[in-house]
């Protein structure tokens, strides 16, 4: 992410309906599996400018990390009750990992080139019983300006997603498409940046506030997704067949977890076909 992009996201992301309902849906989940608990410690990894975990902080004691000082800046003048640390990787709170009940990362593996390393980093630092969200976007029919801008190397099917901790200490306790809801308006939305070959919205992105009273409804209607999601944990199924996004809870279970790279043989990423003169990134739309 750029400087325009964590200054719109400091600016829109306590009120869009996106960011709203997405905090609707986490924190409800987490608290199904993580009992809500002022002395349990919740780590949020990419917290960008800090309204995500800011929004747990009555619920939790609460970390968030994240590399750019920018987005540090912004959580930490307007977010007093969680602590706020600028860092470049996970290794260095290693002992707070270690204490942690749960981690986040939402929206945060598809910045990164191995997302199997990320990932199986973060599970090697946590104790048996703690818990890792992760959320990503799905569909790679929805590729456009405004998964370049953010700097995305991917966008995630379920088996894709299911891949990065196959065969690692974990247990799956669910795994499903979410925003399915609302996912025809996305998929106009993308399909007109696609044809324009420009963002919908400001800063390269599709991010736009629609008028209070539509954004209300849809936030509403985004976030009423949780009750659905929650009946879900622990059944074995996705709740949604489809959607804009996925989201993922794992419990880390007895064994050691050693950091893994991303296998040679996957598919490449978007990214690494474009950077190969191959193909251009927007043709993969």
């Not at 325009?4 to 309902?21: C, K, M, N, S, V």
């Not at 598809?110 to 976007?137: I, K, M, Q, R, Y």
Request: proline share 5%; hydrophobic share 45%.
């Amino acid at each position: 992410m750029n400087e325009a992009q964590y200054d719109l996201h400091a600016e829109i992301e306590q009120r869009h309906w996106w960011f709203a309902g997405r905090r609707t849906i986490v924190k409800r989940l987490l608290e199904r599996v993580v009992p809500p608990n002022p002395n349990a410690l919740v780590i949020d990894v990419g917290c960008g400018t800090g309204a995500n975990v800011a929004a747990l902080a009555t619920s939790y004691r609460c970390l968030g990390l994240d590399a750019s000082p920018q987005a540090i800046d912004h959580a930490r003048a307007r977010f007093s009750t969680v602590e706020y640390v600028c860092e470049a990787g996970v290794g260095a709170q290693a002992a707070r990992f270690a204490n942690a009940s749960a981690v986040l990362l939402m929206d945060v593996i598809e910045h990164v080139e191995d997302d199997f390393a990320l990932l199986s980093e973060v599970l090697a630092l946590l104790s048996p019983g703690a818990h890792v969200l992760v959320t990503v976007p799905a569909d790679m029919s929805l590729w456009s300006q405004h998964d370049e801008s953010f700097g995305h190397w991917r966008r995630y099917d379920a088996e894709r997603l299911r891949a990065t901790w196959q065969g690692l200490a974990v247990e799956e306790r669910l795994l499903s498409y979410y925003n399915a809801r609302l996912y025809p308006i996305v998929k106009l939305v993308r399909t007109i940046s696609q044809k324009r070959q420009h963002a919908a919205g400001a800063a390269g992105t599709d991010f736009t506030m629609p008028p209070g009273p539509v954004n209300r409804a849809l936030e509403r209607f985004f976030a009423g997704e949780s009750k659905a999601l929650g009946k879900d944990v622990d059944r074995g199924r996705q709740t949604y067949s489809h959607g804009s996004s996925l989201i993922a809870i794992l419990r880390r279970t007895a064994g050691t977890v050693a950091v893994r790279p991303k296998p040679v043989d996957l598919a490449p990423d978007v990214w690494a076909v474009s950077a190969s003169g191959s193909l251009g990134r927007s043709s993969m739309a």
